[in-house]
């Protein structure tokens, strides 16, 4: 049957090889026992279901309704291609035991994948998606057909998309932005996100663009990541079609990237130093601040300048969530894309975190190259690079213990002053310079992360990095 193992954010396989309708009959069986199993004081036995654009994404969203609704579950399946955030915001409006979206988020197209959802809008904590494993097979498979759990009122087709409209329009000035005559671009990367900023924005000001917002279950040739390598054609369209800023969403539109208005690219580091000091600055708000351990050291400055509290986690969003359950967050985020609100769900949210830029603008009415710039003469130049091969997961254990046990003493021959384990190993110097390697809790490969203060540096650290992964597999 293949095994299902559940990974950074969820179970993710090939479709046809173990992403089949078998498997996921097995998964949503075991997570329906879960729920049964652990109920939440005060929440419902009711689950939501949300799906991607990914290929048979409706068809496999519909068997987990059926299977949850059979396990005596009343079910709302979303009955369109729905972003994640508005799936998870919909578990805690709703008051479900959980929820479950069909995606496989930024993987290949021939990928598809099963994410797990709490009852307080975030994902499952890992010791949740370990009980989940733990149950696989444990009963057999009890399902609902569609139509009659319909007809018995116990399976609810709904869009649900208007409830997280309007949540994020209100956590923002939503009255600045539609005021400030903006012209916005979203790259949909095909996915989710498609279509999603010109509903929020209908009637107002501002003019919005949407760059491949086609359903396209091969996503045009690419991965619907948003990283600078799948942004060419749109940023030869905003090359001849300026805009003010173009937000990038992943394939689920829980994730952002971004460029601006000529086309080029902005980091995801970028976007969260903007947003951040959006929000100390302009919204004169303060509170903890939380960030994965592969996010940019100008964080860190920021947070020391401004005295806020900084906490690290390992990477995943569901790390970050846990943070923000316990208040008195200002911002959560990770390298790669994803960023959580305060007075919304627990949850990255690549809508939200548009209208959040959109507002940043509208306050500050200056270009985005006069913001990036104004970051660096305040905090620093921070030059961040990142590089994913393939490595044998045999030797993953080896590679750790190297790094851990016989790490570099010096990174560009500043001294190693702190050596960080607890997710793969993150060596940091004394003029703050950092190297990570870490392998991927969805693929099989490995990732190598540094930053320094010129980009020549920063792949010099990335070399260190591959010379480690070198001197593993020849021991």
């Known amino acids: 049957m293949g095994s299902i193992k559940f990974g ?165 000035d939503f009255d600045l932005v539609a005021q400030s005559g903006l012209r916005f671009a979203h790259e949909a990367l095909f996915g989710v996100g498609a279509g999603c900023f010109n509903e929020l924005l209908d009637g107002t000001t501002c003019s919005v663009t949407t760059l491949n917002g086609e359903h396209n279950p091969g996503f045009g040739g690419i991965n619907p990541e948003p990283v600078a390598a799948n942004y060419k054609h749109s940023a030869a ?78 990477v995943g969003f569901k790390y970050i969530a846990a943070e923000m359950l316990k208040g008195d967050v200002l911002l959560g985020f990770e390298e790669s894309g994803g960023i959580g609100f305060p007075g919304h769900i627990p949850e990255r949210d690549g809508i939200a975190a548009g209208l959040v830029l959109l ?25 961040y690079a990142r590089i994913d091969i393939n490595f044998p997961l045999g030797k993953r254990a080896a590679l750790m213990e190297l790094c851990k046990n016989s790490g570099p003493q010096r990174l560009l021959q500043s001294p190693v002053v702190k050596v960080q384990s607890f997710d793969g190993v993150k060596f940091t110097a004394k003029d703050g310079s950092w190297l990570m390697l870490r392998g991927s809790g969805t693929e099989p490969i490995l990732r190598i992360y540094a930053e320094a203060r010129s980009d020549k540096d920063a792949q010099a650290l990335l070399r260190t990095g591959v010379a480690l992964t070198r001197k593993a597999c020849s021991t």
């Open 359 to 383: 507002e940043l603008l509208a306050a500050e009415r200056k270009p985005l190259t006069q913001l990036l710039a104004n970051l660096e003469k305040v905090y620093g130049t921070y030059r």
């Open 237 to 314: 369209y905003l090359a001849r079609h300026p805009h003010d800023l173009c937000l990038v969403t992943d394939g689920d539109a829980d994730r952002v990237g971004g460029m601006d208005g000529h086309g080029n690219p902005l980091s995801t580091h970028q976007i969260i130093c903007l947003l951040l000091r959006h929000y100390i600055l302009n919204r004169k708000l303060r509170g903890r601040v939380i960030k994965a351990l592969t996010t940019t050291s100008m964080v860190d400055a920021m947070c020391a300048h401004h005295g806020l509290e900084l906490v690290e986690t390992g």
């Open 8 to 172: 950074t954010d969820g179970w993710r396989a090939v479709i046809a090889e173990d992403f089949t309708f078998a498997n996921l009959d097995r998964v949503a069986q075991a997570t329906a026992d879960f729920w049964k199993a652990n109920p939440v004081p005060g929440m419902q036995p009711k689950a939501i279901v949300g799906y991607d654009r990914r290929f048979l994404s409706d068809q496999f969203a519909a068997r987990v309704a059926e299977i949850l609704a059979g396990n005596g579950f009343m079910v709302t399946l979303t009955s369109t291609p729905t972003p994640t955030p508005a799936v998870s915001l919909a578990v805690f409006q709703q008051k479900a035991v959980g929820g479950v979206m069909v995606t496989a988020s930024h993987n290949p197209p021939a990928f598809n994948g099963f994410k797990l959802k709490s009852w307080f809008g975030g994902s499952a904590e890992p010791v949740h998606c370990q009980m989940v494993e733990s149950l696989l097979d444990a009963s057999p498979v009890q399902a609902l057909p569609l139509t009659e759990g319909q007809r018995q009122k116990k399976i609810l087709v709904k869009d649900i998309r208007g409830a997280h409209y309007k949540a994020v329009r209100k956590l923002v």
